[in-house]
């Protein structure tokens, strides 16, 4: 495991085997790269949403691994390059972004959705439209808490949202 990355997190015997475990059983190697997917924060996140049941996080894992790849994330960021005029008219109409961090040195997410001017973005973007920029805006937002995790020494997997209804 690298306790670099858990630093803060302080877990026990017991969820440092299970995390193990979880790992081999993925067939995750110990120098995974710290991506967002496959790395020890990430499988904390798993392990613990599902309590501490292995065959629950593990269930849980290999579905996201079977979105992921259904979906198609690794070219998501091809999407975003041939569709910026796109991506940009999202962004004029749907504000939300990244304004500092919490004391706890989350980031701090300003989501401005009662300005959305719903009429015209319906008219203007499409349903899979928002969806492949939801997903890209995600996959930055995940190397946002990857960065704050380097920057501050410490584990950083979550955020504090602010929504403006």
Not at 27 to 48: C, H, K, W, Y
Not at 51 to 75: G, N, P
Not at 140 to 149: D, M, N
Request: charged letters at 30%.
């Amino acid at each position: 495991l690298d306790m670099n990355l858990l630093k803060g997190i302080n877990l026990n015997d017991g969820q440092q085997k299970l995390l193990k475990q979880f790992k081999e059983k993925m067939g995750i190697p110990e120098n995974a790269p710290f991506d967002g997917v496959q790395d020890d924060i990430t499988l904390f996140r798993f392990l613990s949403g599902k309590k501490w049941v292995l065959k629950d996080a593990v269930k849980q894992y290999k579905s996201m691994l079977e979105w992921r790849k259904k979906t198609k994330i690794h070219e998501i960021y091809d999407w975003v390059e041939e569709n910026k005029a796109k991506c940009e008219l999202i962004r004029s109409l749907y504000p939300i972004g990244i304004f500092g961090t919490d004391k706890e040195s989350r980031p701090l997410l300003y989501d401005f959705i009662g300005h959305l001017p719903a009429g015209r973005f319906a008219k203007l973007i499409t349903i899979e439209d928002f969806r492949k920029y939801h997903i890209h805006y995600l996959e930055e937002l995940s190397k946002i808490l990857r960065e704050q995790t380097k920057r501050v020494g410490k584990a950083v997997f979550q955020i504090t949202a602010v929504v403006d209804m």
